[in-house]
């Protein structure tokens, strides 16, 4: 379970699981939740492992990835059903080549989530494409749906502080992801992956999380939180323990780093904790 009180002035530290993601199937694993049944399932028994906040993703009737607004609907009406409001629930708005910006953009504006995540290298690729990004930011700011910058090299890290910095933004600061790997197969993770985004001449966010790949994601994301970030986990990159061996369920890969965590000396926020801690 989630600490229920913190000291003042301490930053408790977010567990956010990303349990489905938008490429594996039940044959990668069959508890990968894929039905808006299962995602609230999964939601409850995460929720009780420590995690504060949930990201998913919806899938088509074969298992294809999807960006649909009533898909959506459905699955957060299911989470709700299960854990009220004890998680952030967090929509993706990921391409996996299949979805272009603009469709992106129209799926967050649809679906108006209470937390989504964008890809900077997907929704604004180029200059080109930056006012159509910072006037979706505008939407997020008047709609309150809060956004997490997915961030997968630190040239990106770069250019996003550069938007804020000249006062692009609609916000003086705003929550980011930073992905220690990328989607491919047998992709291992190290915590080592994580120094080039917090390098000395590097920007800083007020709110950073980590996610990684491989049986690593527990020692990578352990060090972010060591470090001041918060932990992302999960089956949508890694289906194992620390061990070797592979868990049994999403929750399980919570737990783990809920332990690891609390074994550090870190307190875990839980949702309304969450919710303070953002800057925007």
Known sequence: MT??????????????????????????????????????????????????MMHVHVRRSDGTHLLDADAYGAAIAAIRAEVGDRLVVQITSEALGVYSPAEQIAVVKAVKPEAASLAL???????????????????????????????YAPEEAVRLAALRDAGKLPWDDIPVLYVLGRY??????????????LDAGMPGFAHW??????QREAACVTTGALLGGHMRVGFENNLQLPDGSVATS?????????????????KLANAAALRDMWTI
């Open 3 to 52: 600490d229920a009180s913190m000291p003042t002035g301490f930053s408790p530290v977010a567990i956010m699981v990303a349990p489905n993601g938008g490429r594996r199937l039940k044959a990668d694993h069959p508890a990968i939740p894929l039905s808006p049944a299962e995602l609230g399932r999964c939601a409850s028994d995460c929720l009780d492992a420590g995690a504060a």
């Open 121 to 151: 290298r997907e929704v604004a690729p180029d200059a080109a494409a930056e006012p159509a990004f910072l006037d979706l930011l505008g939407w997020m700011a008047r709609e309150r749906v809060v956004p997490q910058i997915i961030l």
């Open 184 to 197: 491919t197969v047998d992709q291992k993770s190290a915590p080592a992956d994580l120094l080039p985004f």
């Open 209 to 214: 999380s980590v996610c990684a790949f491989g």
């Open 250 to 266: 999403n929750a399980e890969l919570v737990d783990t780093v809920a332990a690891l965590a609390r074994g550090a000396g870190l």
